[in-house]
């Protein structure tokens, strides 16, 4: 059965360090998302893309954040400098129709 | 504005006995909802999810759950719950727009006693 996948399974950076968060998406899928899980608190929405733009994105999703597709298999996202706030389970999922299935996530420390 | 509640943050129940974990949902129109597990350490598992027609929908790892219009919920049950089954559930709804992001409860911590 076709599965999202995240690289690297976890990521330890320094505060003001920039990273990047790789997904490959389920292979006929055309919409992207990303969302993150602070430690203890709730999964929430990041951002949404579709046909190579940001179709939505949340409040937390400021200018330190970016996404892209860099090719016909991968979805990134990039924080050009992280804060210690930063630190969380990163999920990225990927939808055909309604239902969003999702990636086993990069945890993110930042130090 | 769309809003999922699970009133439960941490259950415990024995193996063998039955489950029922709660959710309510907030939302204009017909929902479509989900439910989610994520074990220690690991992603988000789609369980089973509701769009319409029978109000009584069945996952995976022999789990249910039943969409109730009047109560605006979307329990999950299982009748008989494995050591397995131990993580954390949960219930999400879809809002519907371009993008048609998930947005989730809080979740809901189960822990099986042997």
């Known amino acids: 059965e076709p599965e999202v996948t995240q690289t690297p399974s976890h990521q330890v950076t320094q505060m003001g360090q920039e990273v990047i968060l790789r997904c490959v998406p389920i292979?006929?899928?055309?919409?992207f998302y990303w969302y993150r899980q602070i430690l203890g608190q709730k999964v929430e929405f990041l951002v949404s893309?579709?046909?190579?733009?940001?179709?939505?994105k949340s409040e937390i999703f400021d200018d330190q954040f970016s996404v892209e597709r860099p090719d016909g298999s991968n979805f990134t996202l990039k924080i050009r400098s992280t804060k210690l706030e930063d630190s969380a389970m990163y999920f990225c999922a990927s939808r055909a129709t309604d239902t969003q299935y999702f990636g086993p996530g990069t945890r993110l420390t930042v130090l | 504005a769309q809003s999922v509640t699970q009133p439960d943050i941490h259950i415990t129940v024995s193996e063998g006995a039955s489950l029922e974990l709660r959710c309510n949902y907030s939302y204009g129109a017909t929902p479509y909802l989900f439910w989610y597990v994520q074990s220690p350490g690991q992603g988000l598992q789609l369980l089973l999810k509701?769009?319409?027609?029978?109000?009584l929908v069945q996952g995976i790892k022999g789990f249910e759950a039943e969409f109730k219009r009047s109560q605006s919920s979307f329990n999950l049950r299982k009748p008989s719950v494995h050591w397995s089954d131990a993580a954390e559930y949960f219930c999400a709804v879809l809002k519907h727009s371009s993008a048609s992001k998930i947005i989730f409860g809080s979740g809901t911590r189960l822990s099986i006693r042997p």
């Open positions: 509701y769009f319409s027609g029978d109000t």
């Open positions: 292979s006929n899928h055309l919409y």
């Open positions: 893309f579709y046909n190579n733009e940001i179709s939505e």
